[in-house]
């Protein structure tokens, strides 16, 4: 089973992940480290970051792209 722990040292260890990237090295369900990494961010230990300015350069509303292109990495504060 994977901790809390687990996920803030393998974000701290990585300098800032990504769900997938955390998913797959802990080989842990992306919805279970989703959760547990929301956790972490509720209690001030990561920062969750948007990272979905597109190569256009600007926000998502300018995208010529019909896809969602959200991204959020998580970074310890």
Do not use: W
């Amino acid at each position: 089973m994977v901790s809390l722990l687990q996920v803030r040292d393998l974000i701290a260890l990585y300098g800032q992940a990504d769900i997938t990237l955390l998913s797959t090295q802990l080989n842990a369900p992306a919805p279970l480290v989703n959760a547990m990494a929301e956790k972490l961010v509720s209690m001030g230990k990561v920062e969750k970051v948007d990272i979905s300015a597109c190569l256009t350069g600007t926000s998502c509303k300018g995208c010529p792209e019909i896809n969602d292109c959200s991204h959020f990495v998580y970074k310890i504060k």
